[in-house]
């Protein structure tokens, strides 16, 4: 009594699912790419909100250089004023002191 298997497709189909050392199955590999993609995407994430921070670090920084530049802008312009102020009372107390020396003479 021998009994013959009408077909063998069924055992190389089951052979064709198991994956040989080294493989991975379809399941596996897609677990992982999601695994991967996931970390990906968060790490994105974490560029994104850290390239925002310094990207608000720098408009800060950038606010604060100009607040600095026009306050040196009008100390230039004050110190201008006050230095041809500095020249006219200079001048006027040339003047005075000729006019005194004039007189006593």
């Known amino acids: ?10 055992d190389v189909d089951q052979q064709s699912q ?6 991975q199955r379809p399941q596996d590999a897609f677990r992982e790419c999601q695994v991967q993609l996931e970390d990906l995407l968060s790490k994105l994430d974490d560029t994104r909100s850290e390239a925002h921070d310094d990207g608000r670090l720098a408009f800060q920084v950038l606010a604060l250089l100009q607040t600095m530049l026009e306050t040196l802008r009008k100390n ?5 004023k006050s230095n041809e102020k500095l020249k006219q009372t200079h001048n006027q107390l040339v003047s005075d002191v000729k006019h005194l020396e004039d007189q006593f003479r």
Request: proline fraction near 14%.
């Open 1 to 10: 009594m021998s009994t013959q298997r009408g077909s063998t497709s069924p």
């Open 18 to 23: 198991v994956p040989s050392p080294g493989e």
């Open 76 to 80: 230039h312009r004050d110190l201008k």
